[in-house]
């Protein structure tokens, strides 16, 4: 078994990304193929969602499913178990802080697993489809009403 040392782990977790990750290159890759176009990583209010699509005022959020709290329970934390686990904590606490912050400003907040957009990429893409559907309609009936 190998067993890490603190400055290994500590090298290993700066290597992670905290934007462009997979994920979001995907998730973002599907949506400029089809022609809908955004902003990456841009500050709204006081949070930077991963992808931004201004027109539509639609926040999209890819949670990695360990960051994010998704695996928490399933996947019991050995070491240094009570730091990740107040990390995660606070984590998901800011993730409600955000979109709650972003939802009482009219923002439409979408937020999807890493494992939903691994595994089932175009639900999550007919998602935002959807969304930008119901505001073009909102829109477009206050318009002529």
């Given at each position: 078994m190998f067993i890490?040392?603190?400055?290994?782990?500590?090298?290993?977790?700066?290597?992670?990304k905290s934007h462009d990750t997979k994920i979001e290159l995907i998730f973002r890759k599907a949506l400029w193929k089809l022609g809908i176009r955004y902003?990456?990583?841009?500050k709204v209010f006081s949070c930077h969602?991963?992808?931004v699509i201004t027109k539509y005022k639609i926040a999209i959020f890819c949670d990695g499913?360990?960051?994010?709290g998704k695996i928490l329970e399933k996947r019991k934390i050995k070491s240094n178990s009570k730091?990740?686990?107040e990390k995660i904590k606070r984590n998901k606490e800011r993730d409600l802080e955000n979109t709650i912050e972003l939802r009482d400003?009219?923002?439409?907040v979408l937020r999807f697993w890493e494992t939903d957009i691994k595994n089932n990429l175009n639900a999550c893409i007919n998602e935002v489809i959807r969304n930008i559907a119901l505001v073009e309609n909102n829109h477009h009936f206050r318009k002529n009403n």
């Open positions: 890490e040392t603190p400055e290994q782990r500590s090298k290993n977790m700066k290597a992670i902003r990456k990583n841009f969602p991963d992808i499913d360990f960051w994010h730091y990740w686990n400003n009219g923002w439409i």
